[in-house]
């Protein structure tokens, strides 16, 4: 008599959906990529005695609006993860839309940020005025790679909002997507004093 191999266990064994768990192995994935750049980064810095520190208190509370920004973000996309869970379609998309308004603004923030050093502080990915290319390489490969993130964000949050409210995604969808914001949003929770606050200009 052939044995029956089908699993009678209940639930999945991980107790996770497959979307959610393929988010969090991309996710665990993709931290590593940002630790090893942060790491460079801190390794540059403490390397070099006469490292720049460019950001003036301008450039500071910029970059703490940018951050109340990302916050706010990431509490309209929780509320948008529960709004689905109640089965509240609408208040969902409404939310997610909130949630990509907030991402196209941070980006448009960073941009000028960007703007600024290249146009007024002289600094480039290859030359700066300290004559350390490796702070315009490390800074802007840093930033500029969370930055791609978050417009990958938006665009993939505007596929994730039509789909809700076609009908077409689920909760599960939408908790997905909601890992990948929250995480955009840590990652900036590490770039922001690193790069930011310990370069301010004395």
């Given amino acids: 008599m052939e044995r029956e191999m089908t699993w009678h266990g ?3 064994p991980f107790a996770i959906g497959a979307k959610p768990l393929g988010m969090w192995l991309f996710v665990v994935s993709d931290a ?3 630790a090893t750049m942060l790491v460079v980064y801190t ?3 403490l390397s070099n005695t006469a490292w720049p520190a460019p950001f003036g208190w301008q450039s500071i509370l910029q970059a703490t609006v940018m951050t109340f920004v990302l916050l706010t973000s ?12 109640v089965g509240a379609r ?3 998309v409404r939310l997610v839309g909130a949630t990509m308004a907030l991402g196209a603004g941070f980006v448009v923030l960073h941009a000028r940020e960007w703007l600024h050093l290249i146009r007024v502080e002289h600094i ?11 702070f315009g390489a490390t800074f802007f490969g840093l930033t500029g ?9 938006v665009v993939y949050l505007g596929v994730v909002a039509l789909g809700v409210a076609r009908g077409r995604f689920d909760a599960e969808d939408v908790e997905t997507s909601g890992l990948y914001w929250h995480f955009v949003d840590l990652v900036w929770m590490f770039i ?11």
Avoid: D
């Fill in 74 to 85: 990431s509490l309209t996309m929780a509320l948008a993860v529960q709004a689905m869970r």
């Fill in 124 to 134: 480039t990915i290859a030359s700066n005025p300290w004559g350390l290319p490796l």
């Fill in 32 to 34: 590593l990529t940002f």
């Fill in 192 to 202: 922001f004093p690193l790069v930011y606050l310990m370069s301010l200009k004395g």
């Fill in 145 to 153: 790679l969370h930055m791609l993130h978050v417009s990958v964000g």
């Fill in 90 to 92: 609408g208040k969902a």
């Fill in 10 to 12: 209940g639930g999945s």
């Fill in 43 to 45: 390794y540059c810095r």
